[in-house]
């Protein structure tokens, strides 16, 4: 596709730390250039404590549109944003924002995302076991998602007890499922889904232990890369997976989508 660069050309920015791993630069530019618009994404790399600064400077420019927001700012850019949708407000947490007239509004696809990637590739979710490591900005939104999605019980894994805690207090809170603390072990459970950014760099943890994984059990990752060492250990025990790829794939489609918006 010929890409269309000039001074007219709209800005959207997806913004994290570390930011090397993101894939929005070109699925999004395609995005925005398939569907006529004379945009492009670059990728921004802001340190937390820089965030509020630069989010001011994104206000100054008139030829911003939009922005992805991506590892660790998802939570704290709720509080940058002018208005968040009801998802958003619930999760305290947004992965994409629109700059309209009225201001910038945030929202969080990120959940419905993974599902979508899930079920695409095969997995059953309604009545079932699910277990989950990671409770930041995407894990938020993905166990809300899978609450959602009618899974019968969702035990949450994360090292920050507070943070944990006070997710599953709110997700029970719904009256929709069992929602509890798990641990590294896997067994018993008909998914698995890592919601934490292991698996970004070579020699790190995996966010279950492997070796309890059977066959029977569908596997998830949120980390866009196809070949994870969580992914390669799910695949040698015989799981179905769905990988970070197929997650960006449909998240990337709902972004595009909402910041095209008239």
Not at 59 to 79: C, E, Q, S, W, Y
């Amino acid at each position: 596709m010929e890409l269309t660069l000039n001074g007219e050309t709209r800005l959207y920015f997806v913004v994290g730390d570390p930011i090397a791993q993101v894939k929005s630069p070109e699925g999004m530019t395609a995005a925005f250039q398939a569907a006529g618009k004379n945009g492009v994404c670059l990728p921004a790399h802001v340190a937390p404590e820089d965030l509020a600064a630069w989010a001011a400077g994104m206000r100054k420019m008139k030829n911003v549109d939009g922005l992805m927001i991506t590892v660790p700012h998802k939570i704290a850019f709720t509080g940058l944003c002018d208005d968040i949708s009801d998802t958003a407000r619930f999760l305290n947490t947004v992965n994409v924002v629109r700059f309209t007239a009225d201001g910038w509004k945030g929202e969080m696809f990120d959940g419905c995302a993974q599902v979508e990637a899930l079920l695409k590739n095969g997995a059953v979710l309604q009545g079932k076991k699910v277990i989950q490591a990671g409770a930041g900005g995407a894990g938020t939104a993905i166990a809300h998602a899978l609450v959602m999605a009618g899974v019968a019980e969702l035990a949450i894994v994360e090292t920050d007890a507070n943070r944990r805690d006070n997710l599953i207090e709110r997700l029970n809170s719904l009256g929709k499922a069992k929602v509890y603390a798990g641990s590294s072990d896997p067994t018993g459970f008909d998914v698995v889904v890592n919601a934490t950014p292991m698996g970004m760099k070579a020699g790190d943890p995996l966010p279950f232990d492997a070796d309890k994984l059977t066959a029977d059990m569908f596997v998830g990752d949120v980390v866009t890369y196809p070949d994870t060492a969580w992914m390669s250990a799910a695949r040698e025990r015989g799981c179905r997976v769905s990988t970070g790829l197929d997650m960006y794939a449909a998240v990337r489609d709902l972004m595009a989508e909402f910041l095209l918006r008239d």
